[in-house]
């Protein structure tokens, strides 16, 4: 069992293979959080230092004791109105008004397993590798039971965490923030790693040293969003990819966050994590229970790489499901880049007839296929095809394109609807909208209220009468807009509910379809990686990475998504130049390796390319269609970073036994009389030979990891090389 409670020194001990965390029921019922980090057996309470200090407040019952306050101790679950004065997992409003809430301990359960999450995606485990704390705290006061999730899965050093909040008492109260997760520092220098961005430029990696004050990040789009991942690493200051202690929190949720870090005044760093409280104000009525997503928590003592490392591990094989969790996915075409909602079926044909011939194994038919689409300021909500446009039925059409041996996809923007609809005309009071207000556009497009059982059972059946049209494999499911204007006319009081309602329908949707067509591969998306969120991958394996295509901006971009996400989810394109989206022109090559990086495809017009391009593509899906498995399977290893002044990027992947690694970079500046680059391969086995098949050169593993290889020298920016090593048995 991984998780110990010492009745005496009423201590809980959650261990997995590198790391302990620990909490203790306090003399008055507190939980109090004693340590998170390596792996040890002793008991951490010696660490808490009690001291009398100015300005902070002593609970009634420490009586003559002002060294006992919640305003400095560690805390597990720390509550607004306890005379903590720092940032807090929970703010309850009475009914009397008042905003306390002081929850003690009353009990605890250990079980084997790992527990779930009603409606809300969650890591799954089996009972071998998991094992369940439920910690169950009360105020009697407002008679509010709160029920603390850990779920730790031993051996990838994994600790995930939820909250079960039930309202016990006779009146209604609001909760008015209730976060998933805290970790209290004691001591100690730590910067955090945030990744931030903007559509077609997500998730750029941004090292900051923790002040004094409140930082972090969050949305309040209604989704996790562009410009803030859900995602923080805490890392002690000297913390590299290979050396130090580095701490993750991984938000399982697709919505609004909040992840906040503050160094208090006694140099002490509490970090939070949880839905968004902004504009969140939820009426918990009588025995009703209400339960926040998980957060995801790793430690590595070994650096960033294996925090990366850890989270991949988990996520490839406890959070995505499906027939695509070990397989490979379909090298696709996407028609996009290629026509834009300019496209008729023959257009569709022809790109199909093209791809085919080079070894593509997937069309992905893009926007503009149904209603009145030609643009984007229609349409969105008439999930009917436009049979005028595509000259065929969809059934027609797929099975043409079935007849020519390729797989065929198609995009849906589901929670979504123009005022130029069916849809809309129909039922106006099915989209945000706040009374007496213009709602703002965004995209022509308002959003559908998901938070209405009615609103998704519709559009669950439109979403089927679709895919029951046609052998359909693949839908890119869109999202092209932040959620504003959030007013929902069912009738409901509780208003300040809605986002968090309006996710869980989506979920139930995507749950509903998932169970309906167990062989779909449902690729998310929102403007590219607007919701690249552990959420969204309970049920898309892969998530289109990012609506920039430009393989320089996407090195920086796949980055940023590697710390947390496996590379098997990023949806990845070659695309055409010059780049629609940066100008740039980067060589084919380069492109096909960046691209690479993830769930392979095509967004250009193969008409277009030249013949010796058209040799390549062959060459590039039967080369990764050799390396799939050890992409997608295998460690992946940031070699540069877009920290540091850079003139190349190069990226490594290894499989865990040491057999065979590839190396990939592409340089990214050119000067005169540039010095010799050198690059240090990692996760090879030091005492073994490797032969580069390329040059079929022999080199020990330690002196590739130790001194490494020069590269060649490059004469133009933007080239690439690869390097494919296997060991010598
Ligand atoms: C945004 C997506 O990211 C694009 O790839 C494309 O599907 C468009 N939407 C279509 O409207």
């Known amino acids: 069992m991984a998780i110990d409670f010492n009745n005496e020194s009423m201590i809980f001990s959650l261990h997995t293979r590198h790391s302990t965390y620990q909490m203790q029921v306090g003399q008055f019922g507190h939980l109090l959080h004693l340590y998170y980090g390596s792996r040890i057996k002793d008991e951490m309470d010696y660490l808490i230092r009690y001291m009398d200090r100015g300005f902070s407040g002593n609970p009634y019952e420490a009586g003559l004791d002002k060294t006992y306050s919640l305003d400095a101790l560690p805390q597990e679950y720390p509550t607004d109105g306890t005379g903590d004065y720092r940032i807090t997992c929970m703010t309850i409003k009475n009914t009397n008004g008042t905003y306390s809430c002081d929850l003690r301990y009353k009990g605890h359960n250990i079980?084997?397993?790992?527990?779930?999450?009603?409606?809300?995606?969650?890591?799954?485990?089996?009972?071998?590798?998991?094992?369940?704390?439920?910690?169950?705290?009360?105020?009697?006061?407002?008679?509010?039971?709160?029920?603390?999730?850990?779920?730790?899965?031993?051996?990838?050093?994994?600790?995930?965490?939820?909250?079960?909040?039930v309202n016990c008492s006779k009146e209604a109260l609001f909760l008015e923030k209730v976060l998933s997760a805290n970790i209290d520092?004691?001591?100690?220098?730590?910067?955090?790693?945030?990744?931030?961005?903007?559509?077609?430029?997500?998730?750029?990696?941004?090292?900051?040293?923790?002040?004094?004050?409140?930082?972090?990040?969050?949305?309040?789009?209604?989704?996790?969003?562009?410009?803030?991942?859900?995602?923080?690493?805490?890392?002690?200051?000297?913390?590299?990819?290979?050396?130090?202690?580095?701490?993750?929190?991984?938000?399982?949720?697709?919505?609004?966050?909040?992840?906040?870090?503050?160094?208090?005044?006694?140099?002490?760093?509490?970090?939070?994590?949880?839905?968004?409280?902004?504009?969140?104000?939820?009426?918990?009525?009588?025995?009703a229970s209400f339960y926040t997503p998980e957060v995801v928590m790793t430690f590595s003592g070994v650096g960033l790489e294996k925090l990366t490392h850890n989270y991949h591990d988990i996520f490839r094989n406890n959070l995505i499901r499906g027939k695509y969790k070990s397989m490979p996915k379909p090298i696709l075409i996407n028609n996009w880049e290629a026509t834009y909602f300019d496209y008729d079926g023959k257009k569709i044909i022809d790109i199909a007839e093209q791809a085919v011939e080079l070894g593509v194994e997937m069309l992905v038919l893009d926007d503009g296929w149904f209603g009145n689409r030609d643009g984007d300021m229609s349409g969105l909500g008439d999930w009917t095809v436009n049979e005028k446009?595509?000259?065929?039925?969809?059934?027609?059409?797929?099975?043409?394109?079935?007849?020519?041996?390729?797989?065929?996809?198609?995009w849906f923007e589901p929670e979504m609807v123009n005022e130029d609809s069916e849809l809309y005309r129909e039922h106006p009071e099915w989209a945000f909208i706040i009374p007496n207000r213009d709602p703002i556009r965004s995209r022509f497009q308002l959003v559908l209220d998901y938070s209405r059982v009615e609103v998704v059972d519709y559009i669950y059946g439109k979403i089927c009468n679709v895919l029951d049209s046609a052998n359909i494999e693949y839908i890119k499911w869109d999202f092209n807009r932040s959620i504003s204007d959030v007013y929902s006319r069912s009738g409901t009081s509780n208003q300040g509910a809605v986002l968090y309602h309006y996710m869980l329908g989506l979920y139930n949707l995507l749950e509903r379809i998932v169970q309906r067509y167990p062989n779909l591969l449902i690729e998310s998306c929102s403007g590219g990686g607007?919701?690249?969120?552990?959420?969204?991958?309970?049920?898309?394996?892969?998530?289109?990475?990012s609506d920039n295509t430009d393989s320089i901006d996407r090195?920086?971009?796949?980055?940023?998504?590697?710390?947390?996400?496996?590379?098997?989810?990023?949806?990845?394109?070659?695309?055409?130049?010059?780049?629609?989206?940066?100008?740039?022109?980067?060589?084919?090559?380069?492109?096909?390796?960046?691209?690479?990086?993830?769930?392979?495809?095509?967004?250009?017009?193969?008409?277009?390319?030249?013949?010796?391009?058209?040799?390549?593509?062959?060459?590039?899906?039967?080369?990764f269609h050799k390396y799939w498995d050890l992409i997608h399977k295998g460690d992946y290893y940031r070699l540069t970073s877009s920290q540091d002044k850079q003139q190349f990027a190069a990226w490594q992947y290894a499989r865990r036994d040491g057999s065979e690694a590839l190396l990939?970079?592409?340089?990214?500046?050119i000067h005169g009389n540039m010095p010799a680059q050198y690059v240090k391969f990692k996760g090879l086995l030091p005492k073994y030979d490797y032969i580069d098949m390329n040059t079929k050169k022999r080199y020990s593993g330690k002196a590739l990891m130790c001194?490494?290889?020069p590269m060649p020298f490059m004469t133009n920016e933007y080239q690439t090389w690869q390097v494919h090593l296997v060991k010598v048995q």
Request: with cysteine.
């Open 707 to 709: 001194a490494g290889l």
């Open 185 to 287: 520092f004691l001591y100690g220098d730590y910067d955090w790693y945030g990744f931030h961005g903007r559509h077609t430029m997500e998730r750029q990696t941004q090292r900051s040293k923790i002040v004094h004050g409140i930082q972090g990040v969050g949305s309040k789009r209604g989704a996790s969003s562009h410009q803030y991942n859900p995602f923080l690493i805490i890392a002690e200051s000297k913390t590299t990819e290979d050396h130090g202690n580095c701490y993750g929190l991984c938000f399982v949720y697709s919505g609004d966050f909040k992840a906040e870090i503050e160094l208090d005044q006694y140099n002490q760093t509490r970090v939070t994590m949880g839905l968004q409280d902004e504009m969140f104000s939820y009426q918990l009525k009588t025995e």
């Open 555 to 623: 090195i920086r971009i796949q980055e940023g998504t590697s710390f947390a996400y496996p590379i098997s989810t990023f949806g990845s394109h070659l695309s055409a130049v010059p780049n629609h989206q940066t100008g740039r022109t980067t060589p084919f090559e380069t492109r096909a390796n960046v691209a690479m990086v993830g769930s392979f495809g095509y967004e250009l017009d193969l008409n277009k390319i030249t013949t010796i391009e058209k040799d390549q593509v062959k060459k590039q899906i039967v080369y």
């Open 530 to 545: 607007g919701r690249f969120d552990a959420g969204m991958l309970y049920y898309s394996p892969q998530i289109w990475t």
């Open 111 to 165: 079980s084997k397993g790992k527990y779930n999450i009603p409606g809300l995606p969650s890591i799954y485990a089996n009972k071998d590798e998991s094992d369940t704390l439920e910690v169950f705290l009360e105020d009697a006061t407002n008679q509010l039971q709160v029920t603390l999730y850990y779920g730790v899965i031993e051996n990838t050093d994994i600790i995930t965490r939820s909250v079960r909040v």
């Open 664 to 669: 990939c970079s592409v340089t990214l500046e």
């Open 389 to 410: 446009k595509l000259g065929c039925s969809l059934h027609t059409l797929v099975n043409r394109i079935n007849e020519m041996g390729m797989k065929f996809g198609l």
